[in-house]
């Protein structure tokens, strides 16, 4: 895991540009850090030694005519040098880094079918002279990128490195923030909140030679064979979790587990102990004592059913939030949707804490395994009329009125849905806000996902276009901020297209969602974990944390200042009226506020103005 940035200008590049925008990315790379160059590229890394802890795998890596920039992980490494080694190829590492390199070499964009891992990476070949930027397939790393009238491109894995060029716009996507403000909406997968700064969507490609960029999807989720029999795909299911899990357990470093209590993460660390045996094992989880979403009980039952030799606790508050919020927005570089992505930044930092530099997570298993409250509704749609009638005679008034209701969000008229979202908007947005005409759009999905049952698209509108792309946003910046790597095992490719191929039968049954991954683990996790049916997920306190005093006149000091006024982004006045009342009406709705403003302040306000002396750039 580490950070990555590169420039293609045609010309020679400025060694202390590339030098300065390392150093923005030190907490994704505290290990090391190189930068290269020649009269067309250069590339910079920061580095965070996951595998082969030598600096013989520090980067960039060069063999041949290409030289490499690499953030992840190549899961399958050993598989793949072991193939690579048939064919001639000599290692002078024991990294991944360098066997993806030579993968490039033998196979090209080929080498793309052959990883199992989550990556950005950058190949210059400078026989070809075209650069390769790639991104993994369900977009775990980032690639942020901006691009010139004169063909100059400038990428990195963070924002703020790519600031420093003064020639990129660096003002806030006005469409953006105003869909955040309003209604918690992030960015499509191909926008970040800047004007002038694209990101590289999942499994997508970006070639750039001779100035010409252009960007390519390089994989969709294929049909995979999925067993008629139930009970057959079920054990098939198994296997693949098992396998992805026993990839994701290869370290040179700490692992440990993110533990919620939630069936993903539970499956995830009852199969990493299945696997590990007794060797030394942490889990973490964010705790919230009185709170009634607080999952401890839960998480302590999968814990002690595992082994789990120290169990954490990760206690938050009010004041811990008024303390860290600045450096939560810093870190993301963007606002976060709610104090959740906060537990979840403290669970990393306290990983580090302990001496853990890998943590794996149950991220995805709601996308691919239809988990959201939606999913109960598009799957009775999608049911065949053998199991329709079962769950009917079931659980008839659920089984109706989710059907109904998945209908009705499904072909709502755009004047309803505007009327919707104008009915619900931040009450402490601008007023003019709510009204702009592009908000209660459907999400653009592209035509490739729009096929086949009404549960499959919702599946994979969630996995690639709406939910899943800002979780993973937020799970990458938490981590990085503490220079700590989170594995998804769940996000495997081979899971993710057996998972999307599954009957609506398999998924939906006696009234559960998730039924086959329940039904998959169900001999490990305990089953309290799998009956239940509610979905929480380190859900803090958020209304109680907001209402304390200390944070309240926060909230007043940040929203009511001169500068924030004058954005004409809030409504000063119901945010008066309510610090008078002493109670946020909408208590979520007043954290985006605040990370907005405190946003612009930081990234937009406070950008960097850079002047370049000699071999570094200063601010």
């Known amino acids: 895991m580490c950070g990555i940035a590169g420039i293609a200008a045609g010309h020679p590049v400025d060694p202390g540009l590339l030098e300065a925008m390392a150093d923005t990315m030190v907490k994704r790379g505290p290990d090391g850090e190189g930068t290269w160059h020649d009269d067309t590229v250069g590339l910079a890394f920061r580095r965070l030694a996951i595998i082969d802890l030598h600096e013989r795998s520090n980067q960039p890596l060069h063999f041949g005519s290409l030289h490499l920039v690499f953030n992840g992980e190549i899961y399958n490494y050993r598989e793949l040098r072991v193939a690579l080694q048939r064919a001639g190829h000599r290692f002078s590492t024991a990294g991944d880094a360098e066997v993806l390199l030579h993968a490039w070499a033998e196979w090209g964009e080929d080498a793309l079918e052959a990883v199992n891992g989550m990556f950005a990476f950058a190949v210059w070949d400078d026989v070809t002279r075209r650069l390769t930027v790639a991104?993994?397939?369900?977009?775990?790393?980032?690639?942020?990128?901006?691009?010139?009238?004169?063909?100059?491109?400038?990428?990195?894995?963070?924002?703020?490195?790519?600031?420093?060029?003064?020639?990129?716009?660096?003002?806030?996507?006005?469409?953006?923030?105003?869909?955040?403000?309003?209604?918690?909406?992030?960015?499509?997968?191909?926008?970040?909140?800047?004007?002038?700064?694209?990101?590289?969507?999942?499994?997508?490609?970006?070639?750039?030679?001779?100035?010409?960029?252009?960007?390519?999807?390089?994989?969709?989720?294929?049909?995979?064979?999925?067993?008629?029999?139930?009970?057959?795909?079920?054990?098939?299911?198994?296997?693949?979790?098992?396998?992805?899990?026993?990839?994701?357990?290869?370290?040179?470093?700490?692992?440990?587990?993110?533990?919620?209590?939630?069936?993903?993460?539970?499956?995830?660390?009852?199969?990493?102990?299945?696997?590990?045996?007794?060797?030394?094992?942490?889990?973490?989880?964010?705790?919230?004592?009185?709170?009634?979403?607080?999952?401890?009980?839960?998480?302590?039952?999968?814990?002690?059913?595992?082994?789990?030799?120290?169990?954490?606790?990760?206690?938050?508050?009010?004041?811990?939030?008024?303390?860290?919020?600045?450096?939560?927005?810093?870190?993301?570089?963007?606002?976060?949707?709610?104090?959740?992505?906060?537990?979840?930044?403290?669970?990393?930092?306290?990983?580090?804490?302990?001496?853990?530099?890998?943590?794996?997570?149950?991220?995805?298993?709601?996308?691919?395994?239809?988990?959201?409250?939606?999913?109960?509704?598009?799957?009775?749609?999608?049911l065949e009329i053998g199991p329709l009638a079962r769950e009917l005679a079931r659980r008839p008034r659920a089984t109706a009125r989710g059907g109904a209701d998945a209908l009705a969000r499904e072909h709502l008229p755009r004047a309803l849905r505007r009327a919707y979202h104008r009915r619900h908007a931040s009450p402490y947005a601008g007023r003019d806000l709510a009204r702009r005409p592009e908000l209660g759009e459907r999400p653009a999905v592209e035509p490739w996902a729009r096929d086949g049952t009404p549960l499959r698209r919702e599946l994979l509108a969630e996995a690639f276009f709406t939910t899943l792309p800002a979780l993973l946003r937020y799970a990458d910046r938490s981590s990085m901020a503490h220079s700590v790597e989170v594995r998804l095992p769940l996000l495997d490719r081979r899971i993710a297209e057996f998972a999307f191929a599954l009957p609506a039968r398999f998924l939906y049954r006696q009234g559960l969602t998730k039924a086959i991954l329940r039904d998959a683990v169900r001999d490990v996790v305990p089953a309290a974990i799998l009956r239940r049916r509610d979905k929480v997920g380190f859900d803090p306190p958020q209304a109680r944390w907001l209402a304390e005093p200390a944070v309240r006149a926060r909230i007043g000091e940040v929203l009511l200042d001169r500068r924030a006024r004058d954005r004409g982004w809030y409504d000063a006045p119901a945010i008066e009226a309510d610090l008078r009342r002493g109670a946020w009406r909408d208590p979520v709705a007043i954290w985006r506020a605040l990370n907005a403003e405190l946003w612009l302040q930081d990234l937009v306000d406070g950008r960097p103005r850079v002047h370049v002396t000699s071999s570094r750039i200063s601010a």
């Open 135 to 382: 991104s993994d397939p369900f977009g775990e790393k980032p690639v942020y990128y901006s691009t010139s009238d004169d063909g100059r491109l400038i990428f990195a894995s963070q924002l703020r490195a790519i600031l420093l060029d003064a020639a990129v716009d660096g003002a806030a996507d006005d469409r953006a923030l105003a869909a955040y403000l309003t209604h918690g909406v992030m960015p499509p997968p191909q926008r970040s909140f800047l004007r002038g700064v694209a990101r590289l969507p999942a499994a997508h490609l970006l070639r750039w030679h001779a100035g010409t960029v252009e960007v390519e999807r390089y994989w969709r989720p294929r049909a995979a064979d999925v067993p008629e029999d139930y009970g057959e795909a079920v054990r098939r299911l198994r296997a693949l979790l098992l396998d992805s899990v026993r990839l994701r357990l290869r370290s040179d470093v700490p692992v440990g587990t993110s533990l919620s209590g939630g069936v993903d993460s539970s499956a995830i660390v009852m199969l990493a102990a299945e696997i590990a045996g007794d060797h030394r094992r942490h889990a973490f989880t964010a705790r919230f004592p009185g709170h009634p979403l607080d999952e401890w009980r839960f998480a302590e039952d999968v814990a002690r059913a595992a082994r789990v030799e120290q169990h954490h606790g990760v206690e938050p508050g009010a004041r811990d939030v008024l303390a860290d919020v600045g450096a939560l927005i810093a870190d993301h570089e963007e606002p976060v949707a709610t104090l959740s992505v906060y537990a979840q930044w403290c669970v990393n930092r306290s990983a580090r804490h302990h001496g853990v530099v890998v943590l794996l997570d149950g991220q995805g298993g709601d996308e691919l395994f239809g988990g959201y409250g939606v999913a109960p509704g598009m799957s009775v749609r999608s």
